[in-house]
């Protein structure tokens, strides 16, 4: 349904008697989310009709909506004709000009785009990131997993973090875009740097995020010429090799493309890893029942610990058309902020929402998107980097609990956690053998062969 409407500068949703619950609510206090009070104001919105709300930016910039039900993120996510990806960038806020002028701000990733051109361009990594190519991965994962842990199983205590759920993500996303094992870490940091934004454990002002994109990029470029000197079965390769309406990818689209399979393949499993063993410890008896037959469980396990962790809080889309959706008039060129955090805590679509529950069969979540054409591309590799962790996690450290408290990300975007002091009782280690590829590194072309069983035997 389409309507016309000046564009507002206040709520003009009819609260009757009471204020707007958005009067007193910053979705910009960095801080509200360090101290993890974001669900309480952000529940606030959701909470009081039609759960769609006009949030003031004043001088900042551009007021925005926020949706906050699940119905109505969906509907957004599945208009793309209507909400666009390509005219606003992704953050709450708009790029200053060095952003836009350093390349990354701008509609050159899969994330900035609108179909058709989305489509074009997703086509060219969806290969890799089908299911049938994520399970010709899994014993080469299996192998990371139990190194992973063999690291850590003796001593007894470590950061659950820094030690097990950044490890599997990156090593993922990197073997399939042929990122030698080398060099893992420098990106590691890159990424971390880049989604960190507002963090001053890793960046001090906004300098300090360019030049990791400098970096990232410089990296990229380094890639590219020893690609196309030496071809391989890797995501690399193929973006090299790309026909796009018989153009090849620009530099600066090559770039972005890497920059988001990074950061998006790295940092968003890692923060549901860690946020579901979280959510493991605060409901002990939901541990249990995992422990005690993680097969069972595990299917329903997953989904419920996406849903839980929620890693991208919120996506931004503009609409290009007037529009009403929940009785709620939305303008052309209005800014829109779906918050994926609110959606997944929504009673209208879940039963106890609060609690965390992995028997729950109705869930239907937004953690990879609610839907349409920017569904998340890596959502099969994530369920299985979570089924392969947490699989191990509960036969090799049964009895694992807090040994501190947890350090959150400074951020209203990425649902981060920084650190994770655990503790468990030591166990032996499996002295397991690196799995070497027996075949090429990505499946993007169906090539992929990682063979070889992995005998597990503790010393």
């Known amino acids: ?31 509200l989310f360090k101290r993890q009070d ?14 769609i709300h006009w949030i003031d930016e004043g001088d900042k910039g551009p007021g925005y909506w926020a949706i906050t039900r699940q119905a109505h993120l969906k509907e957004v996510n599945r208009r793309a004709d209507v909400f666009s990806s390509s005219h606003s960038g992704t953050q709450m806020r708009d790029p200053d000009r060095r952003e836009w002028a350093s390349g990354i701000a701008n509609d050159h990733t899969l994330i900035d785009m609108d179909p058709p051109r989305h489509t074009r361009y997703r086509k060219l990594v969806n290969r890799g990131f089908t299911p049938r190519m994520i399970n010709l991965l ?13 690291r850590v199983v003796e001593k007894g205590r470590c950061d659950f973090v820094r030690d097990i759920s950044a490890e599997l993500p990156l090593q993922a996303i990197a073997e399939m875009m042929g990122i030698p094992v080398e060099d893992r870490s ?29 970096d990232l990029f410089g990296y990229s470029h380094q890639l590219q010429m020893e690609r196309r000197g030496s071809p391989s079965d890797d995501i690399v390769t193929t973006l090299l090799a790309a026909d796009i309406d018989g153009e090849a990818l620009s530099e600066l689209e090559f770039d972005m493309f890497f920059l988001v399979l990074c950061v998006a393949g790295n940092e968003t499993t890692r923060n549901s890893i860690t946020r579901g063993m979280m959510a493991f410890l605060d409901f002990p008896a939901q541990w249990e029942r995992f422990v005690s ?18 890693p991208v809080m919120y996506f931004r889309r503009q609409a290009l058309s007037d529009y009403e959706i929940g009785g709620v008039k939305i303008a052309a060129g209005d800014k829109v902020l779906m918050w994926h955090v609110a959606a997944n805590r929504d009673p209208r679509a879940f039963e106890d929402p609060w609690s965390f529950d992995i028997e729950r069969t109705s869930n239907d979540h937004v953690g990879f998107g609610g839907g349409g054409p920017h569904y998340c591309l890596g959502a099969s590799l994530a369920r299985m980097e979570i089924r392969l962790m947490f699989r191990e996690i509960a036969r090799r450290m049964p009895d694992i609990h ?58």
Request: charged content about 25%.
């Open 1 to 31: 349904m389409t309507v016309t409407e000046e564009r507002v500068t206040a709520c003009p949703v009819d609260h009757g008697a009471g204020l707007c619950p958005a009067a007193d609510i910053d979705l910009w206090d960095f801080d």
């Open 38 to 51: 974001h669900h309480d104001a952000l529940a606030r919105l959701r909470e009081t009709d039609p759960g």
């Open 138 to 150: 899994e014993d080469y994962l299996q192998n990371r997993t139990d190194i992973i842990l063999d």
């Open 186 to 214: 420098r990106v590691f940091d890159w990424t971390n740097a880049m989604v960190g934004g507002e963090d001053p454990e890793f960046v001090k002002s906004r300098d300090d995020i360019l030049a990791a994109a400098a």
């Open 293 to 310: 037959d993680p097969d069972r469980h595990m299917e329903t396990a997953v989904e419920e610990i996406v849903r839980w962790a929620t």
């Open 402 to 459: 807090l040994d501190g408290e947890p350090d959150y990300l400074r951020s209203n975007f990425i649902g981060g956690v920084k650190r994770l002091p655990v503790a468990y009782t030591p166990s032996p280690s499996y002295n397991t053998v690196p799995l070497h590829r027996l075949g090429s590194a990505a499946g993007v072309s169906g090539t992929v062969g990682f063979g070889g069983h992995v005998e597990r035997t503790a010393s």
